[in-house]
Nanobody
Framework: VQLQASGGGLVQAGGSLRLPCAASGRINGIQTRRWYRQAPGKEREWVASIRPNGAVDYADSVKGRFTVSRNSAEKMLYLQMNSLEPEDTAVYYC?????????WGQGTLVTVSS
């Protein structure tokens, strides 16, 4: 199983980006799909989750600005990021937690300029 996040880049504050994450291979026993991020010099932090039943959760820092979604049939996970702030600058990682494994993508860099 491989996860590949993409869609990162340089954007001005107030702008938007959409990050797709493509999964390849067969994934069974999914408990939740998640996005994390790691800013320079900081620890990796959880951003958003979406469970198989569609329930979503967000970190307080992104609530109201970010939206997580998925297309299970196409094995895609998305993170729509609006009203971006310089503090959102980080490498963003997609993650799928199953009852067997914890899968991680290699990350995509998002840089928000002020």
């Amino acid at each position: 199983v491989q996860l590949q996040a993409s869609g990162g880049g340089l954007v001005q504050a107030g702008g938007s980006l959409r990050l797709p994450c493509a999964a390849s291979g067969r994934i069974n026993g999914i408990q939740t799909r998640r996005w994390y991020r790691q800013a320079p010099g900081k620890e990796r932090e959880w951003v958003a989750s979406i469970r198989p039943n569609g329930a979503v959760d967000y970190a307080d820092s992104v609530k109201g600005r970010f939206t997580v979604s998925r297309n299970s049939a196409e094995k895609m996970l998305y993170l729509q990021m609006n009203s971006l702030e310089p503090e959102d600058t980080a490498v963003y990682y997609c993650n799928i937690l199953t009852v067997y494994e914890d899968y991680w993508g290699q990350g995509t860099l998002v840089t928000v300029s002020s």
